[in-house]
């Protein structure tokens, strides 16, 4: 079954520390106070390691922690945990799903854009391949189902298509295209690292070639 534990650091580099940046969603509701970061003070600091501001406070109460601008700051290691699995891993009980490739890549999709606009990206993926899925259970259960039915690598691809239509489309793709594909390429060799077996056909390393490729691809034509 999936495990959460190897993507953890990934992750964590990935989204790197304190952010104030005006091209993010989150810029429009930062912490309500001023952060002084590596000597720098401002009161626009909206995300911590991957995590906004509005998602901390949204989890403090259900998570058992106090949304504070300092913890915020902080953001130890244990609450950042508990916020990636509580508030991503766990609504979509990826520890039930068969594939790591599958269950990665539904809370990498989650992780940018939260747990419903995920699910409906999801959704749209699915009646593409003909499938009717509406629920979280439903989904993972026939991603896990097209995964042994044309193997990761098909679906890994397809997934992978999918995704980056959907971030072309994004208002904001002209500013942040370019670091999506870029920490998409970096999942990508991760997962080819660590996924030594793969379900219904095709290696971890024709998996990840194939996305690989597509992501030289797309940058030649939209970066």
């Known amino acids: 079954m999936a495990d959460y534990k190897p993507i953890v650091a990934l992750f964590l580099e990935k989204e790197g520390g304190m952010s104030r940046a005006k091209t993010a969603k989150a810029s429009a509701n930062p912490a309500p106070c001023k952060i002084t970061v590596k000597g720098s003070t401002h009161s626009d600091w909206h995300t911590n390691k991957g995590v906004t501001w509005t998602t901390f406070k949204q989890l403090a109460p259900q998570l058992g922690y106090k949304a504070d601008c300092q913890l915020f700051a902080d953001m130890p290691h244990d609450i950042w945990l508990k916020i990636f699995r509580h508030g991503y891993w766990t609504p979509w009980d990826l520890d039930k799903v068969r594939s790591n490739l599958v269950a990665w890549t539904v809370v990498w999709w989650s992780w940018g854009s939260g747990i419903g606009g995920a699910q409906k990206s999801l959704v749209k993926f699915l009646k593409k ?12 259960q026939a991603l896990d189902t097209l995964a042994a039915r044309m193997g990761e690598a098909r679906l890994f691809d397809l997934m992978t298509e999918h995704r980056l239509a959907f971030y072309r489309s994004l208002d904001s793709a002209p500013a942040n295209y370019k670091g999506w594909s ?8 991760f997962a080819k690292s660590h996924t030594t077996t793969s379900t219904g056909g095709g290696s971890s390393a024709g998996i990840l070639a194939g996305a690989l490729t597509l992501f030289a691809i797309v940058k030649r034509l939209f970066l």
């Open 129 to 140: 391949q003909g499938i009717e899925a509406d629920s979280k259970t439903e989904i993972t």
């Open 182 to 189: 870029n920490a998409y390429a970096k999942f990508a060799e």
